[in-house]
């Protein structure tokens, strides 16, 4: 339901990762890492995302998600496997004492962007 | 040109709730975030709660809806200070956030209040994933909305300490499964208290009352040690 504002978020932290020096030029990709427990709908995010990149360095961006699976590993038995149906309880022995291994990311990994004769990169 | 980035979505919001939640702890200030669908019997259960701990416990509340103060003016009845806050009057956000929190709380002298009560959007998606700074977050669910709602929003009943399975004086009236519904939540989050309340009769709040308490005076605990 906040897909817009997470889309919002998305696009300043990519624009802010363009390196100095490279500003003007466009951004390819977007790489994203979702992970299936985030309150997040990703067709929900790709529409949110085609509307507010126009006019920004990411109007021709390639959004690429990468959902990431729910895992769990449980403190018990040290058992480690992938959550479905939502049963947060360890299927070897029964435990609900949990830490969760993925599931939650909601990250921009990296960007890729158009290399433009003449752009420098400062370092 | 790769450029790696690797930052979370939601880095700015974390910001802002780890600062809330240092303000929070140097006025040792317990913060308990309240979460449900709308038409749970959240503000009923909250006008009951405060009677309760009023004025031995000084409570604020900051509640957030889209629309109207209806509920900050039934709070308000207790003699706890409650701010309102609207999202937007058409349509508006569906969570409060923590930058939002902020402002909120500034609006409250903090010094001699033991316990801040954020009740938020009704809404069982977005709230779950905006960290406000809070110690605790509880989740209320009516008997009319079907045993299944926890394992429909997982991440809500992970995110949360304890559940309160409200409206229980309508049971008589309709087809609910309450051990079904108890089964599914500890499935979801297993040990996660679970208290069965009816805030219109009052049955069952004491022992949701007490569970506050208990941790109200922890957090004031922490307060007189530092």
């Given at each position: 339901?906040?897909?817009?504002?997470?889309?919002?978020?998305?696009?300043?932290?990519?624009?802010?990762?363009?390196?100095?020096?490279?500003?003007?030029?466009?951004?390819?990709?977007?790489?994203?890492?979702?992970?299936?427990?985030?309150?997040?709908?990703?067709?929900?995010?790709?529409?949110?995302?085609?509307?507010?990149?126009?006019?920004?360095?990411?109007?021709?961006?390639?959004?690429?998600?990468?959902?990431?699976?729910?895992?769990?590993?449980?403190?018990?038995?040290?058992?480690?496997?992938?959550?479905?149906?939502?049963?947060?309880?360890?299927?070897?022995?029964?435990?609900?004492?949990?830490?969760?291994?993925?599931?939650?990311?909601?990250?921009?990994?990296?960007?890729?962007?158009?290399?433009?004769?003449?752009?420098?990169?400062?370092? | 040109?790769?450029?790696?980035?690797?930052?979370?979505?939601?880095?700015?919001?974390?910001?802002?709730?780890?600062e809330n939640r240092r303000f929070f702890a140097e006025n040792g200030v317990f913060v308990l975030?309240?979460?449900?669908?709308?038409?749970?019997?959240?503000?009923?259960?909250?006008?009951?709660?405060l009677?309760?701990l009023m004025p031995e416990i000084q409570s604020a509340v900051i509640v957030?809806?889209?629309?109207?103060?209806?509920?900050a003016?039934?709070l308000s009845v207790s003699g706890a200070p409650v701010v309102q806050i609207?999202?937007?009057?058409?349509?508006?956000?569906?969570?409060?956030?923590?930058?939002v929190i902020e402002n909120a709380a500034r609006q409250i002298d903090l010094a001699g209040l033991d316990l801040l009560i954020v009740e938020?959007?009704?809404?069982?998606?977005?709230?779950?994933?905006?960290?406000i700074g809070e110690d605790?977050?509880?989740?209320?669910?009516?008997?009319?909305?079907?045993?299944?709602?926890?394992?429909?929003?997982?991440?809500?009943?992970?995110?949360?300490?304890?559940?309160?399975?409200?409206?229980?004086?309508?049971?008589?009236?309709?087809?609910?499964?309450?051990?079904?519904?108890?089964?599914?939540?500890?499935?979801?989050?297993?040990?996660?208290?679970?208290?069965?309340?009816?805030?219109?009769?009052?049955?069952?709040?004491?022992?949701?009352?007490?569970?506050?308490?208990?941790?109200v005076?922890?957090k004031a605990?922490?307060r007189?040690?530092a």
């Amino acid at each position: 339901m906040h897909e817009m504002g997470i889309a919002l978020q998305i696009i300043d932290i990519a624009t802010a990762a363009i390196p100095p020096g490279m500003q003007g030029c466009r951004v390819e990709r977007v790489n994203l890492r979702i992970g299936k427990l985030s309150a997040v709908v990703v067709g929900n995010l790709n529409f949110c995302l085609e509307i507010a990149t126009r006019d920004t360095p990411l109007a021709e961006a390639a959004f690429s998600i990468e959902e990431i699976p729910v895992v769990a590993q449980c403190r018990e038995c040290g058992h480690e496997w992938q959550v479905a149906q939502a049963v947060f309880k360890c299927p070897e022995c029964g435990s609900g004492n949990l830490e969760m291994i993925s599931g939650r990311e909601l990250d921009v990994v990296s960007i890729d962007v158009e290399e433009q004769v003449g752009s420098q990169v400062q370092k | 040109m790769e450029v790696k980035v690797v930052r979370n979505v939601l880095d700015v919001n974390a910001k802002m709730a780890a600062e809330n939640r240092r303000f929070f702890a140097e006025n040792g200030v317990f913060v308990l975030n309240v979460m449900s669908s709308p038409g749970s019997g959240k503000t009923t259960i909250l006008e009951k709660t405060l009677n309760r701990l009023m004025p031995e416990i000084q409570s604020a509340v900051i509640v957030g809806d889209i629309c109207t103060t209806n509920d900050a003016d039934r709070l308000s009845v207790s003699g706890a200070p409650v701010v309102q806050i609207n999202t937007d009057e058409f349509g508006g956000d569906c969570h409060l956030a923590a930058h939002v929190i902020e402002n909120a709380a500034r609006q409250i002298d903090l010094a001699g209040l033991d316990l801040l009560i954020v009740e938020n959007v009704g809404n069982l998606v977005c709230p779950a994933e905006f960290d406000i700074g809070e110690d605790a977050r509880v989740v209320v669910l009516s008997v009319a909305e079907g045993e299944d709602k926890s394992v429909k929003y997982p991440l809500m009943f992970r995110e949360c300490q304890a559940c309160l399975l409200n409206k229980t004086d309508l049971l008589p009236y309709l087809d609910y499964d309450l051990e079904k519904a108890r089964e599914y939540i500890d499935q979801v989050h297993p040990g996660m208290p679970v208290f069965e309340t009816s805030a219109k009769t009052g049955e069952g709040l004491d022992s949701w009352v007490a569970w506050i308490r208990d941790r109200v005076a922890d957090k004031a605990g922490l307060r007189q040690q530092a």
